[in-house]
């Protein structure tokens, strides 16, 4: 439905925009400044739309389309404040895994790169230039080898190591990212290399990520000797919400028996089996616990929008509302994050609900309360 934008409506339909068109890691203020610099070349485009369709970026072209039209028809109607709007302004959160193990494990390093604390300066803190740059002295410091005097040429980009930070926190592997680095390095020179080059940058990048946010690491490590320490058995835990979860990963029997029948000659029969997959449940801890966590905060905000009376819009780590209930939005997301970790030890509850001895990893002494004041944290 729709609703008048009020005093702040227009403000974030003009951050809305400006996130569009690309311009997303810079300050609040800042964007609107650069739909309001910008504001006559896009009007033009709205109007020759077929022409001048470059001007509405590549990220979200459509959006930044639509968002630039309900701007105009604001301020055309003469009163931006009752003029009613139903698009949703989304406020998106930066490597939410990372954001969630830093938070946990109280990491000072790790919640400056994903924006739990304001860095003070006019734009976000990236976590992907950051691990490039680790990756690259990894690889420096191995000068000797004919894989690194190549990835020293040719160098390591942003999008290098996205989306392998992006995925770390959900156990990708090795062999995964040296695809992707095949297919990044493909589009950046129009070049193919081969396995062997491909995989000492992955094994590089993994080590990168190890330093660049250590503590997510050791939390990684913790959660699968948790797993290694249960065994063949179930695990269990609650999340903040209340939610039991239960990771069961099922050894499973495999049997090949010979048929002929509409041309099969064999099938694959699958029966469980007592016990679970050790390996599997290794695994699938860190990604399992951090997505249960990762959905918590979601449903915490949802369940708090929602006594508040306020609709959203929910996908995993990017929240929206009406453009009139973005300030309202920010401070619940804030203050429901916090609640989580505030005056706990995730890691050291989830030991000992399981009965472990295994050490827990400490806590930083990280701030948990600096996330109400740090812009970038969902933006």
Not at 12 to 35: E, P
Not at 181 to 191: D, Q
Not at 263 to 268: A, E, K, L, S, T
Not at 273 to 283: D, L, R, Y
Request: net charge negative.
């Amino acid at each position: 439905n729709q609703k008048p934008l009020g005093k702040r409506g227009l403000y974030w339909l003009k951050v809305h925009l400006a996130n569009s068109l690309g311009v997303d890691d810079i300050r609040f203020d800042k964007r609107v400044q650069h739909t309001d610099d910008n504001w006559e070349q896009l009007c033009r485009a709205l109007d020759n739309p077929y022409d001048l369709h470059d001007v509405f970026g590549s990220d979200a072209p459509l959006q930044a389309y639509i968002t630039a039209l309900e701007i105009r028809e604001a301020i055309e109607s003469g009163s931006p404040e009752t003029y009613e709007s139903g698009i949703a302004v989304h406020m998106d959160a930066t490597v939410s895994g990372t954001q969630h193990f830093s938070a946990m494990l109280r990491d000072p390093i790790g919640a400056l790169f994903t924006n739990l604390v304001d860095n003070g300066t006019d734009r976000k803190s990236d976590l992907y230039t950051h691990v490039a740059n680790e990756v690259l002295k990894r690889v420096a410091e191995d000068s000797e080898s004919e894989y690194s005097k190549f990835w020293l040429e040719h160098g390591v980009s942003r999008t290098m190591a996205k989306r392998p930070v992006m995925t770390f926190n959900y156990a990708v592997t090795k062999l995964t990212v040296s695809d992707y680095v095949r297919l990044v390095y493909k589009e950046e020179t129009g070049n193919d290399i081969d396995n062997r080059t491909a995989f000492y940058l992955a094994d590089k990048i993994f080590e990168g990520v190890a330093k660049a946010i250590p503590a997510t690491y050791q939390g990684m490590e913790f959660l699968k000797g948790c797993a290694r320490e249960v065994g063949n058995d179930v695990i269990t835990w609650t999340t903040p919400i209340g939610f039991k979860v239960y990771q069961d990963r099922p050894n499973v029997k495999r049997k090949r028996l010979r048929v002929k029948s509409a041309g099969v000659n064999v099938v694959i029969a699958k029966e469980t089996a007592e016990g679970c997959n050790k390996s599997k449940m290794v695994s699938s801890i860190a990604p399992n616990f951090i997505h249960s966590y990762d959905s918590a905060h979601l449903s915490l905000t949802a369940l708090e929008m929602k006594a508040k009376g306020l609709q959203g819009a929910y996908i995993h780590d990017s929240i929206g509302t009406h453009c009139c209930d973005v300030d309202e939005l920010q401070s619940i997301v804030r203050e429901t994050f916090i609640g989580m970790y505030k005056d706990r030890n995730v890691m050291q509850e989830l030991k000992e609900s399981l009965g472990l001895e295994l050490e827990a990893p400490k806590q930083g002494d990280f701030d948990l309360d600096l996330v109400r004041d740090s812009e970038f944290f969902f933006s």
